[in-house]
T-cell receptor, first 112, second 114 residues
Framework: KAGVTQTPRYLIKTRGQQVTLSCSPI?????VSWYQQTPGQGLQFLFE???????NKGNFPGRFSGRQFSNSRSEMNVSTLELGDSALYLC???????????FGPGTRLLVL | GENVEQHPSTLSVQEGDSAVIKCTYS??????FPWYKQELGKGPQLIID?????GEKKDQRIAVTLNKTAKHFSLHITETQPEDSAVYFC?????????????FGGGTRVLVKP
């Protein structure tokens, strides 16, 4: 079974732009969570989607948003990028959202 | 909310020795504690997990112990090998309304010297 896939793997943007990252969960998994990883703040929870509904949200500004499609694929969007948004963005999927989470390789975003 | 502390931040061991990483959590409602290994350029990979109704779990050279009363859990790696070199993260989740939200420790960089 294929693992969690994320696209693109690397991205360079400039301040003020917006970006959309994509995540395809493991086949059959309906829960997708997003995390931000930075050297300073570590791994931080952004939000979780289950059956196309946001079920949980972390402490990030409204510039960070996401959605989930009927096939469980998920996207996250960051608007008005800031230098501090440079990070590795990780997606994790689980069967129904109460079990083990499996992570993708991440999208490394650099904001210049 | 939940807070997870992880120690040490770096750990250097000789090949064949054991490595121990310790984590403490703050939310007594937390009931699921996974450990992840992250290699350079990759996402975190689950290596072992434990639920609050179990005190210890072992998988080959890896074991995890949980002390609910003290709110701490530990990862033990025996007979370390160079391929065990990576960053290890502990995490906790309270479940319930928090759903699947994982709160991570700060990570431990493990270096196994041949």
């Amino acid at each position: 079974k294929a693992g969690v896939t994320q696209t693109p793997r690397y991205l360079i943007k400039t301040r003020g732009q917006q970006v959309t990252l994509s995540c395809s969960p493991i086949s059959g998994h309906r829960s997708v969570s997003w995390y931000q990883q930075t050297p300073g703040q570590g791994l931080q929870f952004l939000f979780e989607y289950f059956s196309e509904t946001q079920r949980n949200k972390g402490n990030f500004p409204g510039r960070f948003s996401g959605r989930q499609f009927s096939n469980s694929r998920s996207e996250m969007n960051v608007s008005t990028l800031e230098l501090g948004d440079s990070a590795l963005y990780l997606c994790a999927s689980s069967l129904r959202g109460r079990e083990t989470q499996y992570f993708g390789p991440g999208t490394r975003l650099l904001v210049l | 909310g939940e807070n997870v502390e992880q120690h040490p931040s770096t750990l250097s061991v000789q090949e064949g020795d054991s490595a121990v990483i310790k984590c403490t959590y703050s939310d007594s409602a937390s009931n699921y504690f996974p450990w992840y290994k992250q290699e350079l350029g990759k996402g975190p990979q689950l290596i072992i997990d434990i639920r609050s109704n179990v005190g210890e779990k072992k998988d080959q050279r890896i074991a995890v112990t949980l002390n609910k009363t003290a709110k701490h859990f530990s990862l033990h790696i025996t007979e370390t090998q160079p391929e065990d070199s990576a960053v290890y993260f502990c995490a906790a989740t309270p479940g319930g309304a928090a759903g699947n939200k994982l709160t991570f420790g700060g990570g431990t960089r493990v270096l196994v010297k041949p």
